[in-house]
């Protein structure tokens, strides 16, 4: 089992930046694949970003690719979401999430375990 917990959330106006962590605790956090998601109201859940258990692959959602940057810290427990020039449309709830295998990594029902999420919300 591996407990995951966001935080770093908030209210900012568009082009600001935000970093999102997720601390992890319980199994060993380095034997894990790690992705973000987000959900907006009224939407279905959507893949953000993903790294591989050591750090060495990312992958990105084309609608933030060059704006966002995931990275994880095995040694801290840690995974982080880099967010610059956030967008309105960036407006979601965003949630860590934790997996065994480092295939598909864009989809949701393949991550065992899931953080109870963070509200960024992004003004124009």
């Known amino acids: 089992q591996v407990q995951l917990v966001e935080s770093g959330g908030g209210l900012v106006q568009a082009g600001a930046s935000l970093r999102l962590s997720c601390t992890a605790s319980?199994?060993?956090?380095?034997?894990?694949?790690m992705g973000w998601f987000r959900q907006a109201p009224g939407k279905e859940r959507e893949f953000v970003a993903g790294?591989?258990?050591?750090?060495?692959?990312?992958y990105y959602a084309v609608s933030v690719k060059g704006r966002f940057t995931i990275s994880r810290d095995n040694a801290k427990n840690m995974l982080y979401l880099q967010m610059n020039s956030l967008k309105p449309e960036d407006t979601a709830l965003y949630y860590c999430?934790?997996?065994?295998?480092?295939?598909?990594?864009?989809?949701?029902?393949?991550?065992?375990?899931w953080g109870q999420g963070i509200q960024v919300t992004v003004s124009s």
């Open positions: 999430a934790a997996r065994s295998d480092g295939s598909s990594y864009s989809v949701p029902n393949s991550y065992a375990y």
């Open positions: 319980g199994r060993t956090f380095s034997n894990y694949h």
């Open positions: 790294i591989s258990w050591g750090g060495a692959s990312t």
